[in-house]
């Protein structure tokens, strides 16, 4: 039941885009074509879940006893930028169809504040255990690509449409993004 | 003669015709995310500004001693230890903004206005020049994040910087201290912001 309120939470309730506003540079940077935006959501998932994992690890075994909390900022940032890079390594080597999916998104990434945000966040929640951190990063990743593929499906129609001079480009992409949000609302008090 | 012109220069671009949010777009999540008050707005400006100077000014210094192939992973360290001790300030010094901008303070690392400024502007100039484009800069993201989250206060609650000018009950636009509400304000003020420059 835990489980199934934080993954209800997560995609619907406190999407991690559009009521967090974590990931908003991805959101906004990739989402011109579905195609695109679904590669980034599967790079997300993937990455998002292995830095989580690696993160609360590192939290639980290494920096809680040794009294180092402090450090969490800088030790999270600089094992998910490795992790990054490895991941994009091994996919290299081992699953080339893979690689060819995600590798362009890969380096992004390291700066997406989703994946920082999630791999904090995840240390607060209550009675956390490993499976409940991975299972908290999965649902966001979940969310975000929710939220990734409806906003790039919507920007696909709006090439047609006819926009107001000054609102073209950037200002109305925030608008939909607005309005978008604004429907999720609607989700508020279902958990 | 000629250089104090680019130093003006270097500074007053990022507060308007480069401004970090309302033209580059850089840095966006704590722009939506803790622009719920004029206040923390600018407290948010001001730790994010304060990351970006102390990190200008060091990269400027050791750009010559890092290999160019670990410059990137050199810079985020860089960064995070300013964060880390902006985020042991504010939890000790002003624990009611530490609380309020929340998960934003450690994600001022990747922030990223201050990589984008490290590796395009300081990792090439000069410690003056530097440090004149980070209070630039800096300077701009106060501005927008302050200006936002005062829209937002004044449409949203009804008050600016905790004042109150409506009377007790009065009905605002509670929508503006939502979620949706920091897009739509975003997108008219970058639309009035477009056209500054080019009148």
């Known amino acids: 039941m835990d489980y199934i309120l934080i993954l209800i939470s997560a995609v619907f309730v406190n999407n991690i885009v559009l009521a967090q506003f974590l990931g908003i540079c991805p959101f906004f940077g990739v989402s011109n074509k579905v195609s695109t935006s679904i590669g980034m959501s599967g790079a997300v998932l993937f990455v998002m879940t292995i830095a989580t994992m690696a993160t609360y690890l590192l939290h639980q075994y290494v920096l809680m006893p040794a009294g180092l909390e402090y450090l969490r900022t800088i030790t999270f940032i600089l094992v998910i930028a490795a992790l990054v890079q490895m991941v994009e390594i091994i996919l290299k080597k081992v699953s080339p169809p893979l690689y060819q999916a995600l590798g362009v998104f890969l380096p992004l990434i390291t700066t997406n504040c989703a994946v920082l945000g999630v791999a904090i966040l995840a240390l607060g929640l209550e009675d956390v255990s490993l499976l409940k951190a991975v299972f908290y990063a999965i649902a966001n990743s979940i969310g975000f690509g929710l939220a990734l593929i409806i906003f790039a499906s919507i920007r696909e129609q709006m090439e047609l449409a006819e926009v107001p001079k000054g609102m073209k480009g950037v200002p109305i992409n925030l608008i939909i993004a607005g309005l978008l949000s604004m429907a999720f609302l609607g989700f508020t008090g279902l958990v | ?199």
């Open chain 2, 1 to 199: 003669m000629e250089s104090t012109v680019n130093k003006k220069e270097t500074f007053l671009r990022g507060i308007v015709a480069e401004n970090p949010v309302f033209v580059m777009l850089l840095g966006m999540c704590p722009t939506l995310g803790v622009t719920t008050s004029g206040f923390n707005g600018l407290g948010m400006g001001v730790a994010t500004a304060f990351v970006l100077l102390m990190s200008n000014i060091v990269v400027s210094q050791v750009k010559t001693q890092i290999p160019s192939k670990v410059r990137i992973p050199a810079f985020i360290i860089i960064i995070a230890s300013f964060v880390t001790i902006v985020e042991m300030v504010l939890e000790a010094y002003i624990p009611f903004l530490y609380e309020q901008l929340g998960i934003f303070i450690p994600l001022i690392v990747v922030n990223c206005l201050i990589l984008g400024r490290a590796e395009a502007f300081a990792s090439k100039n000069n410690l003056l020049d530097s440090i004149i484009d980070a209070l630039g800069m800096g300077l701009g993201f106060i501005i927008a994040l302050t200006l936002l989250g005062a829209v937002r206060e004044i449409l949203g609650s009804g008050s600016l910087f905790g004042m109150s000018f409506v009377p007790e009950n009065a009905s605002t636009f509670i929508i503006f201290i939502l979620p949706p509400g920091a897009f739509i304000a975003l997108a008219f003020l970058s639309a009035i912001f477009n056209k500054i420059p080019t009148k």
